[in-house]
């Protein structure tokens, strides 16, 4: 991999919001920008950050393993990241995340053959009161799901993919 001019003036804008010594503050919005470009983080991509930072790779390393926004591999198009924190669990987050995994056919982690959905759990979001809740590509924040609200997302992404 080796990053595109876009990539690098993206990372140029980031980097320029911190001191000069201080490079290495904008890897989390690095990372970020390696995913939407390529739809995840690979080792290859973590190590060019990290030249790019001057800082070293494990450390890059670190923080894409430390938070689940960052893809390590390939998902689909879809990802969809059910909370399982014990607020959420209480109150049914365990059972809707095994009622995707009925409804998707796929385990936690998988993503379906289609490629169009990656399921995921991920701990609090930070919306306890709303739950379930979950979280579609780390941007689309959905509350209270139940088995009839999750089927209309699912029915609803898989008609978007449809369209386009």
Do not use: W
Not at 77 to 86: E, F, G, W
Not at 93 to 109: M, P, R
Not at 151 to 163: H, M, N, P, R, Y
């Amino acid at each position: 991999m080796s990053l595109s001019e876009q990539m690098r003036a993206r990372f140029a804008t980031e980097v320029a919001k911190y001191p000069a010594d201080q490079r290495q503050s904008a890897v989390m919005a690095c990372l970020s920008i390696v995913q939407q470009e390529l739809g995840h983080v690979s080792p290859d991509s973590e190590r060019e950050v990290a030249d790019y930072l001057g800082m070293p790779a494990m450390a890059v390393h670190e923080v894409t393993t430390f938070y689940n926004m960052y893809n390590q591999q390939p998902v689909g198009k879809y990802k969809l990241n059910v909370c399982t924190n014990l607020p959420c669990q209480l109150r049914d987050g365990a059972k809707a995340l095994q009622y995707l995994e009925k409804k998707l056919g796929v385990s936690v982690g998988q993503t379906t053959a289609d490629g169009l959905f990656t399921l995921q759990q991920s701990e609090c979001l930070g919306a306890c009161a709303d739950s379930p809740v979950m979280l579609v590509n780390d941007r689309t924040m959905c509350s209270f799901m139940s088995n009839d609200k999750l089927d209309l997302l699912v029915q609803s992404l898989q008609a978007s993919k449809e369209q386009a």
